[in-house]
């Protein structure tokens, strides 16, 4: 997605919870928590992935992606399918996205990044460019007046 940005990443803070995990410190159930809620969004919004579950290692993790902004409304903490956030992008300002892996098998879910998406991102990038090339558009428009008047004075003496 060409508009991602500000890209929150967690994968640090999934390992520390899972070297806790393996020390001791905490338990199997306290990480394997998902609620019926997350576990429905994975089984009918969610992408599973290639990556198998660190806990169970039976089955492969699936993504769900979770949309929240003003905009939205009512719409906003419900889970999207991935093909569904391009089309959401285009139509809508500016909506965050969290993506939490889930584990259908034993419940392990973990926040694995968040970003911004929407048009905003395309609008402030061309008005950036924009203010850009009128400010270069004005320069070169200087420097092309300069030279001139230089010439004529060259060719007045």
Known sequence: ???QRQVVDYSLRKRAVLRELATGRVGAYDVCDASPYLRSA???HGET???RCPICRSENLTHVHYIYGDELRQ???Q???LSELPVLAMTLREFQV???EVCLGCGWNHLVEQFLLGRDGLV???EDGAGQDAVG???TSASAAGPAPRRRREAQR
């Open 1 to 3: 997605m060409r508009t």
């Open 42 to 44: 994975a089984r009918f």
């Open 137 to 139: 558009g004005s320069a």
């Open 98 to 100: 969290f993506v939490v």
């Open 79 to 81: 889970a999207r399918s």
């Open 124 to 126: 402030g990038g061309t």
């Open 49 to 51: 992935t290639d990556e």
């Open 75 to 77: 719409s906003a903490g």
